[in-house]
């Protein structure tokens, strides 16, 4: 079992950046991944970001990449996503997720991840 925590979403203007963070704790094994999804009002849920345990690869949807970072603290079994040049059309609320045995191939898919966090709004103002 793994639960996750999200913190550090926020208000903010167009342009800015915020930082999440989501705490993980509970057992992960060596090929799990963690990912961060969004959901807007009245959309999917759709794919942001994930990086996986074992190497620290990366995976970014598009429409982020280029200005959203994930990356890892290992000590601290942390998932960082940084987020800079803020649209309004990143307004969401963002949770973490976390799966173990996630190929590549399905790294992007909402259904491959079975842990999730409660979720951290994201507001940007134009």
């Known amino acids: 079992q793994v639960q996750l925590v999200e913190s550090g979403g926020g208000l903010v203007q167009a342009g800015d950046s915020l930082r999440l963070s989501c705490v993980a704790s509970g057992r992960t094994s060596s090929n799990s991944a963690t990912g961060w999804f969004r959901q807007a009002p009245g959309a999917e849920r759709e794919f942001v970001a994930a990086?996986?345990?074992?190497?620290?690869?990366?995976h970014y949807a598009d429409s982020v990449k280029g200005r959203f970072t994930i990356s890892r603290d290992g000590k601290k079994n942390t998932i960082h996503l940084q987020m800079n040049s803020l649209k309004p059309e990143d307004s969401a609320v963002y949770y973490c997720?976390?799966?173990?045995?996630?190929?590549?191939?399905?790294?992007?898919?909402?259904?491959?991840?079975?842990?999730w966090g409660q979720g951290t709004q994201v507001t940007v103002s134009s």
């Open positions: 997720a976390a799966g173990n045995g996630i190929i590549l191939s399905a790294i992007r898919s909402i259904n491959a991840y079975i842990y």
């Open positions: 990086i996986r345990w074992s190497g620290g690869s990366t």
